[in-house]
């Protein structure tokens, strides 16, 4: 047997089902593995007893012929999520010390499946980022390294704790959280799959808000089939979110036929943007070549207002935010600073020290965008394009099923690069943010390696609410892909 | 659209965020960039375009209007900086 650590989350749930394995041996070697691996700084509250406990309980239930869909299997929670009594910091100094005293909805139907809780992940802060650099608890270490380059190189955000404990072998899968790309592009700089649902498919109760229209919650790990064993917990209607959609969960998992024949891909021409390398194309063409093989039609598409996403992205997700973080106030929880004496200048001494850069910049650009004689130039000018962004996917998906295009547009960069100029890292979401915009699902799963020896991911879009068809043809190009390259952490330790 | 450390200082107000001096500059300046950037969405003539108002088509669900939840302030005020008899306590606002 592989080591535990190197199993799927299906291959070890298989082994589990089997009685080969005990939750506990399991969950102990992903504890030691956790502890191992510090350096990365993927954790920012590692809760080993609470997972060996939670393991412990799981076995007593699998003996009990009692076991849920998820039992005894480690995962790494994105310290978005609010976990009941377990510090939750959403990266920031604002929320030194909050200790939910309720669980987010997501991650409660994850132990009610049985899962076990290793701890909680590093995350941009308020997942604000596109590297993880923007931490209040410091940068997260990408598991690889260019051939023959030792620089420490990022893992993408902001679910970049998430990404790198799944990466490195730490963790089985992970929660993370998409807003404008914060699960796909991670997934591609760290060469695992990440699945952003449509909008409404999972609660964002008890998840730290950022842009309300915007986030949601999904499932990273190491194969596609992974995904959708752990999507299939996460997913399904919360009275306590007005906008999680009452429709049924289906089996994820069921999804993966392997049959992608007669299936129509549409390929959008505006994607090919200006100083695309080489190697990305390449890899694109390549995708489509892969799924013609298997039967698929691939076709062109237009997406004609792509060009428009990420400045319209920059107005709506910042304003949403500018509105979200006014609760941070050093009244209701974490930090509280109580500068000269009066109440606002509490709020603003404390929102002042509690806010990192990246945050203080969004939240007076929301401010700015919202603000009287600027609403409708920028903010109400945004919902419209936004509109014509959906129309355009709507009018796309009359035509095709499914629509591949590169996750990112580079490999991951190394830790200290594109840090200075804000509007460089957010190009960084240039192929991710357009489905956000329009709530659509998508996926990222690891295709190729970049000249230098990094992972490159593809991307599979759908239609509302139809993950399936995603899951099936990501399925089908992870086949073909067979990508089973190891990060430079994993093999070289 | 330009802006400059005054405009920087009167959002940073209304978002009540108390900026050091040093930042304020560069703030402006990256503001100053980012509003540059997205005022490229004016090309766009979106004469008689809705405005989005719901990511997914739903109808926004009702419920009956009554208490469903609460009836425990100290777990409400558990993480409060300073709370009181379940209250949170705030500098004085009134003198």
């Not at chain 1, 701890?119 to 650099?133: C, H, I, Q």
């Not at chain 1, 709506?316 to 973080?325: F, G, T, W």
Request: hydrophobic share 40%; with cysteine; net charge negative.
């Amino acid at each position: 047997m592989a080591a535990l650590t190197h199993l799927g989350l299906a291959e070890a749930r298989d082994l589990l089902d089997k009685g080969e394995v005990s939750s506990k041996e399991l969950t102990e070697a992903h504890v030691a593995a956790v502890e191992a691996a510090r350096e990365l700084n993927a954790f920012i509250t590692e809760t080993p007893e609470k997972a060996v406990a939670m393991a412990e309980a799981s076995d007593a239930r699998r003996s009990k012929d009692e076991a849920g869909p998820l039992d005894g299997l480690p995962l790494a929670i994105k310290d978005l999520y609010c976990t009941e009594g377990v510090l939750t910091t959403a990266g920031s100094h604002i929320l030194e010390g909050f200790k939910p005293t309720y669980e987010s909805t997501v991650t409660s139907q994850l132990w009610r499946d049985g899962a076990v809780m290793l701890g909680k992940v590093n995350l941009d802060e308020f997942a604000m980022g596109s590297s993880n650099m923007t931490s209040h608890y410091g940068g997260v270490e990408n598991p690889w390294k260019r051939a023959g380059d030792n620089r420490k190189l990022v893992p993408g955000g902001s679910s970049g704790g998430s990404a790198s404990a799944v990466a490195a072998r730490i963790a089985l899968g992970a929660t993370g959280t998409d807003t404008g790309g914060s699960i796909r592009q991670p997934a591609s700089f760290t060469g695992i799959t990440g699945l952003k649902p449509t909008y409404g498919r999972c609660s964002r109760w008890g998840i730290v808000a950022f842009a309300s229209s915007l986030d949601q919650a999904g499932p990273m790990a190491r194969s596609v089939r992974d995904c959708a064993i752990l999507l299939r917990s996460m997913a399904g209607h919360d009275p306590k979110d007005s906008t999680s959609v009452d429709r049924p969960v289906p089996n994820y998992e069921q999804a993966l036929t392997g049959d992608v024949r007669g299936l129509k891909i549409g390929v959008p021409k505006e994607y090919r943007v200006d100083g695309m390398s080489d190697e990305i194309e390449k890899l694109w063409q390549q995708g489509c070549d892969w799924l013609t093989a298997a039967g698929a039609e691939v076709v062109e598409v237009t997406l004609p207002h792509t060009h428009y996403a990420l400045p319209t992205y920059y107005i709506i997700a910042p304003a949403e935010a500018s509105s979200n973080l006014a609760r941070y106030d050093g009244v209701r929880y974490g930090l509280r600073i109580e500068g000269e004496g009066s109440l606002d200048s509490m709020y603003e001494t404390t929102r002042g020290e509690g806010f990192g850069d990246e945050v203080i910049r969004r939240v007076l650009i929301g401010t700015y965008v919202l603000s009287a004689g600027y609403y409708d130039a920028y903010y109400n000018k945004a919902r419209q394009v936004r509109s014509l962004i959906a129309k355009d996917f709507a009018e796309a998906f009359a035509e095709v099923d499914a629509i591949l295009t590169p996750t990112a547009p580079s490999a991951a960069f190394a830790m200290g690069e594109n840090m200075d100029d804000p509007l460089a890292m957010y190009l960084n979401d240039v192929f991710t943010v357009p489905a956000s915009l329009a709530g659509l699902p998508g996926v990222s799963i690891p295709a190729g390696l970049s000249s230098e020896g990094l992972p490159l991911g593809l991307q599979l879009l759908g239609r509302a609410f139809d993950e399936e068809t995603v899951i099936r043809v990501a399925g089908v190009l992870e086949e073909a892909a067979a990508f089973d390259h190891l990060p430079a952490y994993v093999t070289e330790g | 659209m330009s802006v400059d450390k005054d405009t920087v200082e009167r959002i940073a107000k209304l978002a009540r965020i108390r900026l050091k001096e040093e930042q304020k500059e560069p703030l402006a300046k990256e503001l100053s960039n980012i509003l540059g950037w997205v005022e490229q969405l004016s090309q766009l003539d979106t004469e008689g375009v809705p405005p989005m108002t719901s990511v997914v088509e739903m109808r926004i669900p009702l419920r009956k209007d009554e208490v469903s939840d609460g009836g425990y302030p100290d777990k409400v005020t558990a993480n409060a900086p300073e709370a009181s008899h379940g209250f949170y306590v705030v500098p004085k606002v009134v003198e």
